[in-house]
């Protein structure tokens, strides 16, 4: 859900105040039935009731009535509502809440009683709703009512973006990541409607790196052939300080073989290993003095044929000894937000499995990152040894640089 114009700060605090102000009176429940006509006597018997006033009064009685959680023609209705409809005196056989954008999923009680959507709303939208209840008579009545829903810039959204893609096939240390484009404060009310099922099944847990940002990894690396749903159900939940979930999102993917490689940074060698079986040691250089390579577990983030490589990104001033920019490092493979790479390094051949050279990615011959590259997945495992510099858990996809138990201890609802 979105609307393209934007708000200050300041805005978003007025609407917060003024939809506070009319939800008082808009979520009261509200009886969409009629009330039984008032008779009185005539003044020629005496003031008894005529017998046809009785008659009505009885048949008004006996009607149903519908109550909606809405009061009808509401303004501003929050979009974290879940609308529900209830019927007294009848059993209601049909609800339909829509809206322009189309109709409101919901479920319908096995008695009849109640009805109770499956979805928040959408903002600044007018919804009608339509009920059929039956009475004790087998008469059917329709009850209708609308609302109108408070309406959201996008500073009030926040809307969630999450990898892997959709159909994607990972390597066994791919952790989930749903990145916010707003901040949620609330991180709770979000992890409650944020999912992860596999099969096989696996435990698991959240992990908030920021207000911006929530991982969530399996307790052991995930098992090779597993299949993975993604289900954030954030779409109008309350994120805190007037933010909303924009839309929700649902992934799957699978996970690939298991490709762990395995970095000795004082032997120069790494090791390939495919569920289990080495299958090549590769000769290899890492960081120089002043630019250690980090020793943990770091995961393939990104894959590039060919990738510019310019020191200036990693701190490194243009025109000084240690500055560099090579237009077509082939084979790169992203291990760190901070610019660790593996790739092809022809020019520093004579070194790999001899010395440490690099300015801290893992280089090697060209014709070995060929096949690295040609058999590598997003998440794919690198265990690196060898280094006093240690991997961190917000560099990258570094979420295994902690026991599971500290891991854990990052979800909200803990």
């Known amino acids: 859900m979105s609307l393209p114009s934007r708000s200050s700060s300041q805005s978003r605090r007025l609407v917060a105040l003024a939809s506070a102000a009319v939800l008082a009176g808009s979520l009261a429940a509200c009886s969409t039935g009629p009330s039984a006509p008032e008779t009185k006597g005539d003044a020629s018997d005496g003031g008894a009731p005529r017998a046809g006033g009785t008659q009505a009064a009885s048949e008004d009685a006996a009607r149903p009535t519908v109550t909606t959680n809405v009061a009808r023609g509401a303004q501003g209705v929050p979009v974290d509502t ?198 090549r040691t590769i000769p290899i250089t890492t960081g120089k003095a002043g630019f250690t390579t980090r020793s943990g577990t770091k995961v393939i983030m990104e894959k590039f044929e060919s990738r510019r490589m310019n020191s200036e990104t990693v701190g490194i001033a243009a025109g000084s000894a240690e500055s560099y920019d090579i237009a077509d490092v082939q084979y790169a493979m992203r291990l760190t937000y901070s610019g660790e790479f593996i790739h092809a390094a022809p020019w520093s051949v004579s070194s790999q499995g001899s010395a440490n050279v690099s300015h801290g990615c893992t280089g090697m011959s060209t014709e070995n990152a060929a096949w690295l590259y040609g058999m590598t997945l997003r998440g794919d495992v690198v265990e690196y040894t060898g280094t006093d510099r240690p991997m961190t858990l917000d560099n990258g996809y570094g979420d295994w640089n902690a026991s599971y138990a500290d891991y854990r201890q990052a979800s909200a609802l803990g």
């Open 82 to 279: 879940t609308v529900q409809v209830s019927a007294d005196g009848g059993e209601l056989s049909r609800v339909t809440v829509s809206s322009p954008a189309g109709r409101l999923p919901g479920t319908l009680s096995d008695d009849g009683a109640a009805w109770a959507a499956a979805e928040r709303l959408e903002p600044g939208t007018t919804y009608d709703i339509s009920s059929v209840v039956t009475g004790t008579d087998g008469r059917d009545v329709t009850e209708s009512s609308s609302f109108t829903t408070a309406p959201l810039t996008l500073d009030e959204q926040t809307f969630a973006s999450v990898a892997p893609l959709d159909g994607e096939t990972v390597g066994v240390g791919m952790p989930v990541v749903v990145s916010f484009d707003v901040p949620v404060t609330d991180r709770a009310a979000f992890e409650k409607q944020m999912t992860v099922t596999s099969s096989p099944a696996q435990p698991g847990t959240w992990h908030w790196m920021s207000d911006y940002e929530a991982h969530w990894r399996p307790k052991a690396y995930w098992e090779p052939g597993t299949t993975v749903d993604v289900d954030v159900d954030v779409n109008g939940v309350d994120a805190g300080d007037g933010i909303y979930g924009q839309e929700d999102r649902e992934v799957g993917f699978t996970v690939g073989d298991s490709h762990v490689y395995k970095v000795n940074a004082q032997t120069h060698q790494m090791q390939v290993f495919s569920n289990g079986d080495l299958l």
